[in-house]
């Protein structure tokens, strides 16, 4: 079943096209993954869903439907709403997710009161129960400020305060890129366990042809504001069709056209 359906996407910033006519389809539960090179458009398209864009930008076109309603053109008061209950992010940058001179535990729970009506026991819980999800010491971490933990324990805990209420689409926009590879590893890993936890849907913004392998059940090719290519996971990793695609595949060291599927899968594990 869909969850998320972009429709002839177009946006522009003051006249000049930034994404082109996208259309794309995320199931319910699935692994969307969107890959391109730098500038392609991959950031502005996530921002669109959940009402994010920059104010220069606008939607010269199309549409946005999530959970059968069509959320192209909701008020910034509606967008609230939606994020961070429906619809939640997890971004490369996750200092600014977090407020840095307020505790962890007060950031939560000044979220989960901006959506639910709970007792502060009832909040508490919830917010610890997210904080174990994501593998954090779960007391120490409500407890300190944001500058008390590492880079991987910081977004592991905008991870926390993403998924905590339960969201359908967790949109992940290349959350590993300011993470040692090691770090990395772990918080998609934490990512992948939530997915299956609270069964959303993923939607990854990532570079790293590796990672869209590793995780992905779709994927698609943008370049320079557009589409150009997708499919499953299988099909655009071993039966590429667009010469980008190629490329990209080609970029991964020692991965060359006539390598076999079983190599491709032993290189980029
Ligand atoms: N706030 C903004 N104002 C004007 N142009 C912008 C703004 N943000 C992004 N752009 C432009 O929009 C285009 C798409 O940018 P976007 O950030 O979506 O690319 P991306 O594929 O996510 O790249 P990266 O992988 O480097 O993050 C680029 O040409 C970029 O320069």
Known sequence: MSLLTVRHL??????????KNIDFTVRQGEWFTLIGESGSG?????STIGGLLPKEMSIAAGHVLFDNKDITHLSNKEFQKLRGKEISYVFQDYQSSLTPFMKIGKQMDEMIQAHCSLTKNERREIALQALEDVQLPTKRVYNSYPFQLSGGQLQRASIAMAIMLNPKLLIADEPTTALDSITAVHVLEVIANIKEKINCAILFITHDLRLARKYSNTIAVMKQGEIV????????????????TKRLLGAVPTIKSSTSPAKLDLILQ
Do not use: D, L
């Open 42 to 46: 991959k950031s502005i398209t996530a």
């Open 10 to 19: 177009h946006i522009s910033c003051r006249n000049k096209p930034i994404v």
């Open 229 to 244: 290519e997708a499919g499953t996971k299988e099909s655009v990793i071993y039966h590429p069709s667009h010469p980008y």
